[in-house]
């Protein structure tokens, strides 16, 4: 009986220490209890500006997901803006998209140049890079990297 009595003061020490800690839930900027913020920078204008149907196809079907309830409750909000397919312009936005607007993860956006000009600061603000296109190359992506 001590064992089980030991046992039972131990874990409602633990569900009274717990319970303060539980309650106050803390996210990486983007997320909350209501809402995941992704960011992406796609060439609305520029020589590959024919491609922004991939943003728009992302943008739709996140509000597909919301229309149906969210992810966990949780709606989806994708903030897309122009690079012009411009490595020098994706530095520019990717930082508005981290530092003003405080995106979770950038995600989806498009091309192999533009996409690595923003790593490395990605990687420094610990913010995930998701879903790069076209992939780049074997062996170009450096190991500290948090894309595959």
Do not use: C, H
């Amino acid at each position: 009986m001590p064992g089980i009595r030991m046992a039972a003061t131990a874990l409602l020490a633990v569900v009274l220490l717990a319970g303060p800690t539980a309650a106050q839930k803390k996210y990486d900027p983007g997320a909350s209890d209501t809402e995941i913020k992704l960011g992406q920078t796609m060439p609305y204008s520029g020589p590959l500006s024919g491609f922004i149907t991939l943003a728009k196809a992302e943008i739709a079907y996140f509000q597909m997901i919301n229309d149906q309830g969210g992810v966990a409750g949780r709606k989806i909000t994708m903030i897309s803006l122009d690079d012009g397919f411009s490595p020098p312009k994706t530095v520019e936005q990717t930082r508005r998209l981290v530092e003003q607007d405080q995106v979770l993860a950038i995600s989806g956006s498009l091309g192999t140049a533009t996409n690595a000009s923003v790593q490395k600061y990605l990687n420094t603000k610990k913010v995930p890079q998701l879903s790069w296109r076209p992939a780049p190359a074997a062996g170009t992506i450096p190991r500290t990297s948090p894309t595959p």
